[in-house]
């Protein structure tokens, strides 16, 4: 081979490998944008999905709030009917039963009256989410009952509600007014629950506050 024809094909092989290497450039160069729009897309959609749900946690937290508010802001004002409420209950306690069934004209007509009143404030309490409690016969709650006073009962649990004194109230789910309650002493120390777990029995006078 001449040293013409090896120069050219030195010159021919340079050029090839520059054509290669700058293909390979070229290659590179167009991969890295599709990466970086990719990733800049990752990043977006990312940031679109932490907004999202940022925003339906920031609506549930508002709806909760509202409804807290509607439920709970007539708090002072239902105590106000529950006095009225037991002043009601607490007359017509007053009157035995020979009495309300001899009773007539206007008499008769006055307890029919005070009775109707009596169920339509419960009805208007109800309608307003605001429920009675009963707890008679029901295991000592210290959320719900108040305890008043102990009964020396052998025959149920310890802290069984045996009396109430003056009925409770919640609105919604939180306490407006706890229920006064006398409580068994003396039988088992635990009272079973309908979980199958065991409560311990309450102290004379134990109550917590939950009201609103």
């Known amino acids: 081979m001449s040293d013409e024809e090896f120069q050219n094909e030195a ?3 340079e050029q090839e490998n520059a054509e290669a290497q700058e293909n390979a450039a070229d290659e590179q160069n167009a991969a ?3 990466e970086a729009l ?4 990752a ?3 990312d940031r679109l ?3 999202v749900a940022e925003m339906e946690n920031l609506r549930k937290r508002t709806e909760r709030d509202v409804k807290d508010a509607r439920s709970y802001a007539m708090a002072n004002f239902a105590r106000d009917m529950l006095t009225a409420t037991d002043n009601l209950s607490r007359a017509l306690l007053t009157m035995s039963d020979e009495a309300k069934a ?3 004209g206007a008499f008769k007509s006055l307890i029919e009256g005070v009775e109707m009143t009596e169920r339509e404030m419960h009805r208007l309490l109800e309608k307003n989410g605001i429920t009675k409690l009963e707890p008679k016969g029901e295991k000592f709650d210290p959320n719900f009952h108040q305890a008043m006073f102990e009964i020396p009962n052998n025959d ?3 802290g069984t509600v045996m009396e109430v004194v003056q009925a409770g109230y919640v609105i919604g789910e939180r306490v407006l007014r706890p229920a006064m309650v006398g409580v068994a002493k003396g039988g088992p120390k635990v009272a079973p629950v309908p979980n199958g777990e065991a409560t311990a029995a309450p102290s004379e006078g134990e109550n917590v506050d939950r009201s609103v």
């Open 102 to 104: 001899e009773a007539d």
């Open 43 to 45: 990043k977006l959609k």
């Open 156 to 158: 149920v649990a310890d």
């Open 11 to 13: 010159n021919q092989n």
């Open 32 to 34: 890295s944008p599709i």
């Open 49 to 51: 999905l932490r907004a």
């Open 38 to 41: 990719e990733a800049e897309n």
